[in-house]
């Protein structure tokens, strides 16, 4: 009996097509034969015309490959379950759109980050932190010592790059940055959550 490996991705996204083959979900390893034909099967057609989400057993997928091998043995490395974001039609961007989107994300975000950096600095009290430095170093009184203000601001900038391991749109290290970190936690909750709803709903046991 010849032996195929599959390996469902847990998060997959499919545009501008009308049927989900085993290829567009899952890698595939086996004998050469085999293997392209077993990409190539269709597992279903959605029948859908906006964006929807999908989860896909693994067990469907042996089935559908049994179904035309049935003396083939599929062993899964991968996920147990698959989920599909699929959209029958491919969007096509527009630039100026594009543009007009990351700008007004650039204006929030630079909004946002000065005032939390102000509440931060009033919080905190820095001002008067740094005439009580001031004071302890020179033994004078001042509402505006330069010497430590002006590190101070170029100090920022300097830390918030190191953090997030960024200068523009390269990285100074190949480690995740805190932020990317984030984001795949949090990309892992939202298709946990999404799976789990589908499947709920699929038996039968969801609720509002």
Same mark, same amino acid.
């Given at each position: 009996?010849?032996? *195929?490996?599959?390996?469902?991705?847990?998060?997959?996204?499919?545009?501008?097509?009308?049927? %989900?083959?085993?290829?567009?979900?899952?890698? +595939?390893?086996?004998?050469?034969?085999?293997? $392209?034909?077993?990409?190539?099967? /269709?597992?279903?057609?959605?029948?859908?015309?906006?964006?929807?989400?999908?989860?896909?057993?693994?067990?469907?997928?042996?089935?559908?490959?049994?179904?035309?091998?049935?003396? *083939?043995? *599929?062993?899964?490395?991968?996920?147990?379950?698959?989920?599909?974001?699929?959209?029958?039609?491919?969007?096509?961007?527009?630039?100026?759109?594009?543009?007009?989107?990351? &700008?007004?994300? /650039?204006? %929030?975000?630079?909004?946002? &980050?000065?005032?939390?950096?102000?509440?931060?600095?009033?919080?905190?009290?820095?001002?008067?932190?740094?005439?009580?430095?001031?004071?302890?170093?020179? $033994?004078?009184?001042?509402?505006?010592?330069?010497?430590?203000?002006?590190?101070?601001?170029?100090?920022? =900038?300097?830390?918030?790059?190191?953090?997030?391991?960024?200068?523009?749109?390269?990285?100074?290290? !190949?480690? =995740?940055? =805190?932020?990317?970190? !984030?984001?795949?936690?949090?990309?892992?909750?939202?298709?946990?959550?999404?799976?789990? +709803?589908?499947?709920?709903?699929?038996? $039968?046991?969801? !609720?509002?």
């Amino acid at each position: 009996m010849q032996e *195929v490996y599959i390996k469902p991705y847990k998060n997959n996204k499919l545009e501008g097509k009308q049927k %989900v083959l085993i290829k567009d979900i899952a890698t +595939v390893s086996g004998p050469k034969h085999l293997k $392209g034909v077993i990409e190539e099967i /269709c597992i279903f057609k959605p029948q859908v015309t906006k964006i929807t989400h999908f989860v896909i057993s693994t067990l469907k997928i042996i089935e559908a490959i049994q179904e035309k091998f049935p003396d *083939v043995s *599929v062993q899964n490395v991968g996920e147990l379950d698959a989920m599909l974001e699929f959209n029958p039609v491919k969007p096509k961007p527009h630039p100026v759109w594009e543009w007009i989107k990351l &700008a007004v994300v /650039c204006i %929030v975000v630079f909004a946002g &980050a000065t005032v939390a950096i102000m509440a931060y600095n009033t919080d905190v009290s820095m001002a008067k932190t740094f005439t009580t430095l001031y004071k302890v170093f020179t $033994g004078e009184v001042s509402e505006s010592p330069a010497w430590i203000t002006i590190p101070y601001a170029i100090g920022m =900038p300097i830390g918030v790059i190191t953090f997030y391991n960024h200068i523009g749109t390269k990285k100074i290290t !190949e480690d =995740p940055t =805190p932020v990317e970190v !984030e984001i795949n936690a949090y990309q892992d909750q939202v298709e946990d959550t999404i799976i789990d +709803v589908l499947t709920a709903e699929k038996r $039968g046991q969801y !609720e509002e």
